[in-house]
């Protein structure tokens, strides 16, 4: 089945005119009291493909999710050294200052970023020519080896294995930062792992006591 050819800035100007007229107009209290601030509950963490777009699969309005989104979902383990630390920075300002209730990591099936994790294709390659996605991917390296080890670099299998590992990742790297981990213990801070498969359209919810992920019912 060929793939639709996406939409450039003028077609999305479109969409926007849509939105003028359907969920702006239609909201239009909605839209004036989220003036005054924003409340979400939930942080979602999500990666950049065009295809899994939090507010869509949760059917959320804004101002109810606080959504980041990079290559592959991924949360950077808790680092003191200096740098711009951007995942980081939104997730101080979701705990602190929004207090969110819930972070939710949603992973998504035929990620590309996991793919490269995978193949190392990456690896080596100069900055600006695949090197940052190498560079930020390769905080997946410990979890990849026995998956390739196991299953190969290739085929959906190893393919998804290493998709679902890194939402795993991901979790425990929200747990090493003092504050995250502390709010967790408390009780008043709540880490999912979630992932959407794209061809089904099915979000599924990490167990993290079995390890496995479920289709939400
Ligand atoms: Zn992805």
New binding site residues.
């Given amino acids: 089945m060929a793939i639709q050819p996406s939409l450039d800035l003028a077609g999305l100007i479109e969409g926007y005119r849509r939105f003028r007229q359907t969920g702006w107009a239609e909201r239009r209290e909605r839209w004036a009291a989220l003036r005054q601030g924003q409340e979400p509950r939930v942080m979602v963490i999500a ?3 065009s295809r ?1 777009d939090p507010a869509m699969v949760f059917d959320a309005d804004p101002g109810e999710i606080f959504v980041v989104r990079n ?3 991924m949360v950077p383990p808790f680092e003191t050294n200096p740098g711009l630390h951007g995942v980081s920075a939104a997730l101080e300002f979701a705990v602190q200052a929004l207090h969110v209730r819930e972070i939710v990591i949603m ?2 099936g035929m ?4 793919k490269a994790a995978l193949t190392q294709e990456l690896r080596g390659a100069e900055r600006g020519h695949g090197g940052f996605i190498a560079d930020w991917i390769s905080m997946l390296d410990d979890v990849r080896d026995p998956i390739a080890a196991e299953l190969g670099t290739t085929g959906r299998e190893a393919e998804q294995a290493m998709e679902h590992a890194a939402v795993k990742a991901s979790l425990a790297n929200l747990r090493t930062f003092p504050n995250v981990r502390a709010l967790e213990a408390e009780g008043k801070l709540r880490l999912r792992g979630a992932y959407f498969a794209i061809s089904e359209g099915v979000l599924h919810l990490l167990d993290e006591e079995t390890g496995e992920f479920a289709p939400v019912a």
């Fill in positions: 990666c950049a493909d899994t290559i592959a979902a992973g998504h990620c590309g970023g996991c």
